[in-house]
């Protein structure tokens, strides 16, 4: 079985910065794409950004771009999201994706809570 485990979430005050991660473990032998996604009380789950297999393309959705990057490690099976000058409207609970053995097979992760306020 494959588990993805994301960690670093808490609360932080606006303008500041906060890192998360999401390490794979179990039965793997490729990862190709990584993603991560977040969850507003109250709204739907939103993409928020993507990197490639081999980890040179990155995309992001329009209102974290600037703000947020992420990047993997894929020798560590992990993906990391770098949040900063976070907003109010950036708080969710943020999932991580990863596309795994095989193309078009994804997994998620159960989520970390991300709050930013005063």
């Known amino acids: 079985q494959v588990q993805l485990v994301e960690s670093g979430g808490g609360l932080v005050q606006p303008g500041g910065s906060l890192r998360v991660s999401c390490v794979a473990s179990?039965?793997?032998?490729?990862?190709?794409?990584m993603g991560w996604y977040r969850e507003a009380p109250g709204k739907q789950r939103e993409w928020v950004a993507g990197?490639?297999?081999?980890?040179?393309?990155?995309t992001y959705r329009d209102s974290v771009k600037g703000r947020f990057t992420i990047s993997r490690d894929s020798a560590k099976k992990t993906v990391y999201l770098q949040m900063n000058s976070l907003k109010p409207d950036d708080t969710a609970v943020y999932y991580c994706?990863?596309?795994?053995?095989?193309?078009?097979?994804?997994?998620w992760g159960k989520g970390t809570l991300v709050t930013v306020s005063s």
């Open positions: 179990g039965s793997i032998v490729s990862i190709y794409a």
């Open positions: 990197i490639s297999a081999g980890g040179t393309t990155t």
């Open positions: 994706r990863m596309e795994i053995n095989s193309p078009g097979v994804y997994y």
